[in-house]
Every structure is written in C-alpha cells, then in structure tokens.
C-alpha cells in the first residue's frame, strides 16, 4: 500500500494590512524608547553614583551624610546598572529587529 501526497505549495508570506503595520509600528516604536530610555538612565546610575560623592567635595557642596554613605553604597553596583543598561539596549535592538522581520513584505517571485 502506498501514499500519495498531493505536493504542497509553498507558504507564501504576505505582508500585514495597513492597520495591522501602523498598531505594530506604534507600539515597536515606543517600547524601543522606552529600553532606550531605560538604558541611557541605567547608564547614568552607573557613571553618577560612583564619582558623586567626590565631585561634590570638589565642588564643596553641602551633601548630608546620609546622602553621601547612599552614593557610596550604591557605588559598589556599578556592573549591574552598566548590565541593565546593556541589556535594556539589546532589547531595543531586538524589538526593532522583529518589529523589521513582521512589517517587510513577503519574498516576491
């Protein structure tokens, strides 16, 4: 006994309607801003809380000791926020890559 399978034809990919790409656009638009957003504040943290505490003594600011043993604390997590705001950018990079991957057309034979 034998089977015959009819051959199939190949998935053709269409591209989304208008509508479908504009709600995808939006929203691939935002969140990339917002881990962008997100990234440049980590990258912030980073940078800010360990040089805060001697750039106020340059500057001889008033600076409260609890104020200055925070920054000091804070100051030791520097790699988690500079890995935070690494991952918060590949993450960007990643939405906008996927948000590419469903808004470009189909292959055109």
Do not use: C, N
């Amino acid at each position: 006994m034998t089977a015959s399978f009819s051959p199939s034809q190949p998935v053709q990919r269409r591209s989304p309607s208008a509508a479908s790409a504009l709600v995808i656009g939006i929203i691939a638009g935002v969140g990339t801003l917002v881990l962008a957003t997100a990234g440049v504040t980590f990258l912030g943290l980073a940078i800010a809380f360990p040089i805060a505490v001697p750039v106020a003594a340059a500057y001889h600011l008033p600076v409260s000791a609890a104020d200055a043993a925070l920054a000091e604390r804070f100051a030791a997590f520097w790699p988690a926020f500079a890995a935070l705001s690494i991952a918060s950018f590949v993450a960007a990079g990643v939405v906008v890559v996927k948000a590419i991957g469903v808004l470009s057309p189909g292959p055109r034979d």
